[in-house]
């Protein structure tokens, strides 16, 4: 056995221990760590399929085995496929399962018909390298936008880095096969040109796929963890500090551009009577109904958030003081009408409704707000009522 064979049996043992230790990371993360289980199991599956598909794949050049070969490309894709869906699961993306399904179906067919004779294994191969090429080309898009909404386009693209990789291999080995190689001789990976080259590749690509896999994943938690500290869990709506952040911003823009923006301050009549009634189940309800009817009665631009117990606040962005009590007089009516639960009487609502320029500061806007609340609770509940007349503190 001469020495480059032997440099390339040895490096391909390497790469097959890679995929199978990083398999058996992602299954600590998945079980243990119960870190994206589901996600972390698909990726410990695809690893296991890649390390298969080596193994299949390499052989002697003296001594080629088409079937296993043919096998191995198949497996391959199917790797890559669910390699797709862990991101997929990841990002929480909806799956198109009959796209995967028909891929992999028109591959098997490839195989059938070579097994039959039909076929060359060349076509079978060229076809299931084609079919690697698109789906990695659609995780490469799907992951990069994903994580591009969440970071800046570096981190993005850093992340990134090991799919536009492998896509380039593939392709450029691909076309080596077409127009350089006689088919049977070769595999994805393997060149009796330079197997070394190709299989040290193997090693860095390996490696950089699953560290930003883990990389992905863990800003993925980032993100997850941002989310809960920013949102109520209950109503998936903006919690008390993070509504108060963003008020603090938008007044900031209201005293240097003039941009306007009015405050709705909501609390939910009779709620007390509610839990005492049904039970805090029912008070649970009450809340999220009332959550989803704000956010359908807004826009999105608008900022919907819970303030505390029953009590929401809206900032409604570019929107007068008559505006506003039109939007809240309709948000009364809205809950007014729907139904929220059986054998229980609709919900109601009393709204203060405020406009930045009453205010000289965040915090007196909020004071302005609670005020109108509480007058239109002493007016009888169930409407909107304006804070005191606009005293412009702009400087």
Known sequence: MDTLLSTSIELNKVNILLTLLFSIGWIVIAKPLQLYHNSSIRFALANLLFALALLLDFRHPDNPTLFLWVIADIILLISFIIYNLALRHLFRLTIDPKWFSSMIILVSVAYVLFLAGWIRPETVAV???VMVIVVMLATLKMKFNALHAAFSASIASILCLADALIITMVISKLTFWLFAVPMPQNSLFFSPYNPSL???????LIILINTTA???TISR????????????QLT???????????????FSLFQRYQRPFSILMLDIDYFKLINDTFGHSAGDKAIVHTARQLKQQVRQSDLVARFGGEEFIVLLADQSLTEAKLIADKICQSLSETKWADAAAPLTISIGCVEASQARDPDQLLKLADDALYQAKANGRDQAVMAGSK?????
């Open 391 to 395: 005293v412009s503190y702009l400087t």
């Open 127 to 129: 076809l299931s390298l």
């Open 236 to 250: 998936g709506l903006l919690n008390r500090r993070a509504f108060q952040s963003q008020l603090e911003y938008q």
């Open 198 to 204: 190709m299989l040290w590749m193997q090693v860095v």
């Open 214 to 216: 883990v990389g992905t």
């Open 221 to 232: 938690l980032i993100v997850r963890m941002k989310y809960l500290a920013e949102h109520d």
